[in-house]
Structures are given as C-alpha cells and as structure tokens.
C-alpha cells in the first residue's frame, strides 16, 4: 500500500506558552481522530511533527495514524523557520519513499506549517534550497496564526498561505476541521486514482490571506522573559502581549504599545535545548511592562527581581536572597527606585 505523508511543521516558541500550546496539542489529537475515522485515510496516511523554536527537531518520525500518539511539544526561545524547513528537508529525503522504475513510491506529501509569530533567524537560504529542490516534491500549506506573522516569508514558500484569526470560541474547531477534511479529501481522492491536490472550501470569516509584514529579530506581538526559582531552582517564563493606549493631551494625540502580563509558566530544562542561544542581547525595559506575577514554583510574592548577573529570580520580599543563577547573595531593598523610567531586562525572541 502505497503512503500518503502528512507532516505537520509545529511553532513552539515562547509566545506559543500556555494555552496556544494546549491547542496545538489538541489539534493534532483531534486530526487523528478524525482519520482514523476514515477508510481510506487508516490505509494510506502517516503522520510526522517537527517541532521548532530556536533550534528544530523531528519529535515523531512517520508512523501510521493507527500507531501515531500525539506528543507532549516542547517550549524554546526563537522561532528558526530556516532550522524547521532544514529538519523537514531531512525527513523528505529519508523518510518519504520515492519512485524508481521499479516500483512505485509514496504519493506526493502534504505539509501543514503552523507559526504564530516571524523567523528570529535567516531563512533564505532553506528557503532558497526548498523552492528550487523539494517544492514540487510536496504540497506545503502554510497556517499564520494571528496577524503579526510574517506572511512575506510564508509567500516565498508556497503560495497556499493561509490566516487563521479567531474571534469566536467556535474557530478553533473550524481550524481543525478544515485541516482533517484536507487531508481526509486527498486519501479519498488517491485511493479513486486521483492525484492533484483536492481543493477544501474556507470560511473566510475564519481563514484568509493577509498583507505580509516585515521581519524583526523578536515576536513585536509579545514580551517573554525567563526567570529561576529561588528555592528549587527550576525555570520559568512570564508572558506580555502587546497592548495599544492612546495618550492624549491639550495638543497633542499619541498611541503608544505597552505589554500587559498575560501568565507565568513552569518551565524545565530542556527549554533551554530548544531555545536560540543568540537571543541573550534583547532587550526591554520595565516601564513597557504591566503587571509582575509571583513565582509558580515557590509561590513567592514576586518572580520578578532582577540580579546583577542580569538574570530574573523570585522573592517574597526585601532582604538577602542566593541568585539560582550565578549563585551569589543579592540584597533587595524595601523600595527599589522608581524613577528614570525603569530599567532594562533581557527578553527572549519569543
């Protein structure tokens, strides 16, 4: 039986912490479901993720859906989409089985690329090398998740770019079921002789194309910084999302972006493998952040204290406390200084 595969290219970077991350997860939960509800996708389909942050990895090489199991996905810093198109060529030449004059190979591959944010590397030239080697060997549909996706990029890849953009509780499922019945409709069409890619109609409330923007070193969207907990050690990520003010005065009109806390997470260490180690250089400063969240390890009052190792750890108040860091005594005062408009902290690429 010939094999119909189906990679799906997964965004796990920082901005993707938390819920985003709970429904990617579920995604490809339901997908499964979905075709192993089907005839003719239980023969023929087999599935394949590669997650990517700042480095990119195959967490499930191609299996059949009846033996595929959907994998916990991992959290990094930076969104390397030049890495991610990297690991899928690999998985392409190796994986996939070609057609000789001997005997037939798989169909065509189908490619499901999920981002929510823009590369913090340089992906011209994975790009380069996709368009002019493996483009014609799979159909690559790209899904931005959110308007600050970087669609330019995304349009140098494949022309099936599509965005997914809620405003509904309901358009998440819409999102699923329309990449299950895409997938469902091209091994129905393979298994009755077909072989061009089965057009699945959109709701266009939900999924559209948008303008593509520019590329930046960071996700402009959000604001992630990562943090240790001083009494276990164990890392952790607070989350900002971009919010817009409007500042008015006698004579003057200005809308300013400001990041507002949207949740801090657990952490373990292998955020650290996943993360681009380039990154360290980023900077913000606290008067563009609203909010500071306590620990959610420990429980201490604030996860946000900042060592002269440049690195964030938690307290429960003023006095001495051990950087789990760099390891040394650090003094916090009762009132830390307010003015001169905050002070800089290292921010991830998200």
Known sequence: MRRLPVFFLLDCSESMVGENLRRMEETLQTI???LRGDPH????VHISVIAFAGVARTIVPLVEVVSFYPPKLPLGGGTSLGEALDALMVELDTAVVRTTPERKGDWK???YLLTDGRPTDDPSPAIARWNAQYAKRATLTAIGMGRDVDFAVLKRLTDRVLLYEETRPEDF???IDWISASVVAQSKSLGEGGTAPVPVSLDKDVIKIVDEAPRTLADETCVTLVGR????RRPYLIKYERERQDLTGSDFQLQVSLFRLSGCYPLDESYFDWSDADATDLKVSTSELIGAPGC???GNATAFALCGCGKLMCINGPGEAVC???GNEVGFAPNPSTDEGGFEVGR???
């Not at 996708?41 to 023929?44: M, P």
């Not at 907990?229 to 276990?232: D, E, G, P, V, Y």
């Open 324 to 326: 789990p860091w760099c």
């Open 173 to 175: 499922k819409t999102l």
């Open 41 to 44: 996708a239980l023969e023929t």
């Open 109 to 111: 591959p189908i490619v």
């Open 229 to 232: 907990c001083q009494q276990t």
């Open 348 to 350: 991830g690429r998200g």
């Open 296 to 298: 959610p390890h420990c």
């Open 32 to 34: 499964v479901r979905v």
